[in-house]
């Protein structure tokens, strides 16, 4: 599993309210992503850094914003959870090309 | 941006035979290629990858194969056994400063004993 967690691996809130998502990683690596996954399209970048306070835009970042203030944790934000950001969210991170994929977190919005 | 198309969405196969899903992809400055396989309930498993400078790549029982001309990849499964059913993406990448991937939209693979 690469030695990254995520909390909580479920959630069910309502529409308005903020939710913040987090992705633990025990060994240093640099890059880390957040991706959401929805029947059909696979897994979407979302956000994604690589390093502390350094990130940037995924593919879907429109309603999210991502914070890195320690190098083992990436937290993705949804300011005001809307019914289309129901999903199954995975956290990743990168040794070279290679991605590693944390357990995912179940969000349901009401 | 890069665009990944995978096919088909779903297989079934019988239990010993091979399996094969194919992916195409748009940019042809992409230069690495992962497969990972999806168990329900869990996160995607890197299985095996290819780069642009090798045509197949092989693992036991699994095999990728890559053609740059045509630009599709694929992934070959032989001998397949009832704990390979499990969804199963491919994913390409070019050359970019975070190694973002695209994922095409994953096929389900049910093998059937």
């Known amino acids: 599993d690469a030695g990254i967690t995520q909390s909580p691996r479920h959630k069910v809130t309502e529409t308005g309210t903020p939710v913040t998502l987090r992705c633990h990683q025990t060994?240093?690596?640099?890059?880390m992503y957040w991706y959401r996954q929805d029947p059909g399209h696979g897994l979407r970048l979302i956000h994604y850094s690589y390093g502390v306070k350094d990130t940037d835009k995924g593919e879907v970042s429109d309603g999210y914003s991502v914070s890195r203030s320690k190098t083992e944790d990436f937290l993705l934000t949804l300011e005001s959870a809307t019914s289309s950001q129901t999903s199954v969210y995975f956290c990743a991170i990168s040794v070279g090309y290679e991605q590693y994929f944390g357990p995912g977190t179940r969000l349901t919005v009401t | 941006g890069e665009n990944v198309e995978q096919h088909p969405s779903t297989l079934s196969v019988q239990e010993g035979d091979s399996a094969v899903i194919k992916c195409t992809y748009s940019d042809s400055a992409s230069n690495y290629f992962p497969w990972y396989k999806q168990e329900l309930g869990k996160g995607p498993q890197l299985i095996i990858d290819i780069r642009s400078n090798v045509g197949e790549k092989k693992d036991q029982r699994i095999a990728v194969t890559l053609n740059k001309t045509a630009k599709h990849f694929s992934l070959h499964i032989t001998e397949t056994q009832p704990e390979d059913s499990a969804v199963y993406f491919c994913a390409a990448s070019y050359p970019n400063a975070g190694n973002m991937l695209t994922f095409g939209g994953g096929t389900r693979l049910m093998v059937k004993p």
């Open positions: 060994e240093n690596h640099r890059y």
